[in-house]
């Protein structure tokens, strides 16, 4: 078994030194006693430990997913002036991971990972990083999440952004989700729901739906809807994907803003939804509060229903953090293999098995999710579709020991594997690096020269995964 050697997190510290030196670590000052209370109620987090012996029926899945969230943007996860109460509420509920990473570094793929349990290079949609056409997208004939669930006698449902493929021949509808409302692409202007062609994003099953209010609440709306509804007996998937915080740099109210923004794409600007002369600190700050607030308003008609207790809710984002994200003390950003760029934060709560107030220091990554959802819904993968993620199932419901096993990554241009603390990292410039991520999170004290045979090995274990993957097309 792996040694992951325990990382005083900004929490955990707090419980070890005091409500003051807590507030600190949190970057506030000694002299703000709210947010010096908070950081003293987080301390009492305390290491994971599986309650044992609990039983309970297939669980309903919520699966909700952040876009561009960074690692720190939670002020459970230490953002200094970020306020995210009820994504704080859900960690205090359950379990905080603080190694947990996305499948890759931008929108598209890590979306293949989570879907597919399965690297996304084992796919030709996969190698778009992200998708930016009508060309690739999740094959209709490989197996999900959604239709593995659906054939074991699940309810599946997504709400909100795809990101997988364009119509006609890549869908939700066509994957294994019974039902779909959402957008397709990668990006779209809150009100108009412009896209990144100028198209109209905004579809209901395979067919467009007029809302010009702003997406945020469109999707949260729904996605309440759907968990209150009577299902009739049967357990349900709703895969809940909001578009916050992506550019463009848009919080509600900010119809000025969005009327300029729909101006320049019907003029052919096609980078104006990036809104590279846009956003703020605190228009990300207002985005990210925001989703925070949607995410309380679908788990509080959650508890309405009285579906709380079997209900294993999940809340991750599909990538690191972009321009305006607080990612320290990480390096890097989305699109990079960098801490900054793939790890996220990452929270499950099960009320029926998990106890709440607990943090787990062990590496997971997307692809785990789909391993370990099929599992404690008691279906299994496609034989012909072997998964690359592992179940934690046994880890979190049975105590048994986490795998000993390395977390893979590849993007065009940059390379990593993470084995236990150490990390095998090339970026761009090619250069092969080590970093010790116990001490050095940040990842500026490069091994390699001291530590060759592990390197070595690390970037051998890189290269025969690599081995098995689709080449990127010349």
């Not at 919080?251 to 923004?261: H, K, L, M, R, V």
């Not at 293999?337 to 499950?348: K, S, T």
Request: hydrophobic share 35%.
């Amino acid at each position: 078994m792996t040694s992951y050697e325990p990382q005083l997190s900004r929490r955990a510290f707090g419980g070890a030194v005091g409500v003051s030196a807590a507030a600190a670590a949190v970057g506030l000052g000694a002299a703000a006693p709210a947010q010096a209370a908070e950081a003293a109620e987080a301390a009492h987090e305390r290491e994971f430990c599986a309650a044992r012996g609990r039983q309970s029926r297939r669980p309903n899945i919520l699966f909700i997913l952040g876009d561009d969230l960074g690692w720190a943007d939670l002020s459970s996860y230490g953002s200094p002036h970020i306020k995210t109460p009820n994504l704080d509420r859900l960690a205090r509920q359950g379990v905080r991971f603080t190694d947990a990473y996305s499948g890759s570094a931008t929108c598209s793929p890590t979306r293949f990972s989570l879907y597919t349990g399965r690297y996304p290079a084992r796919t030709k949609g996969g190698l778009a990083e992200p998708i930016a056409d009508k060309s690739v997208g999740l094959d209709p004939t490989h197996p999900t999440l959604a239709s593995l669930l659906r054939e074991s006698g699940y309810s599946t449902a997504l709400i909100g952004k795809w990101h997988a493929g364009h119509l006609p021949d890549y869908s939700p509808t066509k994957s294994g989700w019974q039902e779909f409302f959402g957008n397709f692409g990668g990006a779209l202007e809150y009100y108009s729901k412009l896209g990144l062609g100028g198209e109209y994003d905004l579809y209901e099953g395979d067919a467009t739906y007029r809302d010009l209010r702003y997406y945020t609440r469109i999707i949260t709306e729904r996605a309440s809807a759907y968990v209150s509804r009577d299902h009739h007996g049967r357990p349900w998937l709703l895969n809940l994907n909001f578009t916050t915080p992506h550019w463009p740099w848009i919080a509600e109210g900010d119809t000025q803003q969005s009327a300029e923004i729909v101006r320049r794409i019907k003029a052919g600007d096609g980078r104006a939804l990036w809104h590279q002369d846009g956003g703020s600190l605190d228009k990300y700050r207002e985005m990210v509060e925001d989703l925070d607030r949607s995410v309380g308003e679908v788990l509080k008609a959650l508890r309405r229903s009285g579906q709380e207790e079997n209900t294993l809710v999940v809340f991750s984002s599909d990538n690191g953090g972009e321009r305006f994200s607080y990612n320290w003390p990480l390096s890097g950003n989305k699109a990079s293999l960098q801490e900054g760029g793939i790890r996220v934060p990452n929270i499950a709560r099960w009320p029926a098995r998990l106890d709440g107030g607990q943090v787990s220091r062990v590496p997971v990554f997307s692809p785990d999710w789909a391993a370990t959802l099929l599992e404690v819904a008691g279906t299994r993968p496609h034989p012909a579709y072997p998964l690359d993620g592992v179940s934690l199932a046994g880890y979190l419901l049975r105590g048994d020991e986490p795998a000993e096993r390395d977390l893979f990554w590849r993007v065009r241009g940059e390379r990593a594997l993470r084995r236990g603390n150490w990390k095998y990292y090339r970026g761009k410039a090619g250069r092969d690096q080590l970093f010790d991520l116990a001490g050095d999170v940040r990842e500026q004290a490069d091994k390699a020269a001291v530590e060759p045979a592990r390197l070595a090995a690390l970037r051998s274990a890189w290269e025969a995964v690599d081995a098995q993957l689709l080449p990127y097309p010349a």
